[in-house]
């Protein structure tokens, strides 16, 4: 059953057609990757997908919802999280104080009274636990390794408990050694049940875990299938070679 749907969606910047009728589906419970060339249309998607930008056309459908230009809050209730090719932690606020605030809609006013409820700081230490960081719950975020940060941002993400996570290059900038637990933690909430929607340029990462690939070029989805499908498919290879 599809969670995610797009159905010919298109976003123009002026004359530039960004997305072009875009079309493709997330099943529920499953990992999709969503690949291409640079320049190919794939975080315009995502941010049509959490509300960043308004579509020029088309509809986007989550759970059976139509969803089409709601607002980042409101995609974000339904139980869509969100991370970003440049993560956007709070750099002069420590990790634990980062994931309460991404957790309780009214922690910010805990946090100027100096203090965190019990329910956050619990909660909070649960998610950074199970993502292995727990250590570095007192350190500020600004004072964290890249691949570290990329680690908050997904643990900021869990903080709201989604159906749905939609990752924007996780491996990116990322050492091999905590790549691995990224990766390893990624299949283990997956396993869980979430929904994961992937941007990617690793094919290693892509073809390691991902049940479905969606390649796109030029603003158009050219497949949807399979990684061995997709790794074989002659467009997928002209659009990365430029053969095309």
């Known amino acids: 059953m599809a969670l995610l749907e797009l159905d010919q969606v298109t976003k123009r910047y002026g004359g530039i057609i960004a997305v072009n009728e875009a079309t493709f589906s997330v099943e529920k419970g499953s990992i999709t990757s969503l690949i291409g060339p640079n320049g190919?249309?794939?975080?315009?998607?995502?941010?049509?997908?959490?509300?960043?930008?308004?579509?020029?056309?088309?509809?986007?459908?989550?759970?059976g919802k139509d969803i089409t230009n709601l607002r980042p809050w409101a995609v974000t209730k339904l139980g869509i999280g969100r991370t970003f090719q440049v993560t956007r932690e709070l750099g002069d606020m420590t990790v634990l104080e980062n994931l309460a605030v991404?957790?309780?809609?009214?922690s910010f006013s805990s946090l100027l009274g100096g203090r965190i409820q019990k329910d956050e700081y619990d909660k909070a230490m649960e998610?950074?636990?199970?993502?292995?960081?727990?250590?570095l719950a007192n350190e500020l975020s600004k004072r964290l390794s890249y691949g570290q940060r990329k680690l908050l941002e997904l643990a900021a993400?869990?903080?709201i408990e989604p159906d749905m996570i939609l990752l924007d290059e996780p491996a990116g900038g990322v050492n091999?050694?905590?790549?691995?637990r990224i990766l390893d933690r990624i299949q283990a909430i997956n396993d869980t049940g979430i929904t994961f929607l992937i941007v990617e340029h690793n094919m290693d990462?892509?073809?390691?875990?991902?049940?479905?690939i969606v390649v796109m070029a030029h603003g158009q989805v050219l497949i949807q299938n399979t990684p061995e499908v997709v790794r074989n498919d002659e467009r997928v290879l002209d659009a990365y070679l430029g053969e095309a």
């Open 127 to 135: 998610v950074l636990t199970f993502l292995g960081i727990e250590k």
């Open 205 to 212: 990462v892509v073809m390691r875990l991902s049940h479905s």
């Open 157 to 159: 993400v869990l903080m």
């Open 176 to 180: 091999p050694a905590l790549l691995d």
């Open 102 to 106: 991404a957790g309780v809609p009214n």
């Open 40 to 63: 190919a249309g794939k975080t315009t998607a995502f941010d049509t997908i959490s509300g960043v930008i308004e579509v020029d056309g088309g509809k986007i459908r989550y759970a």
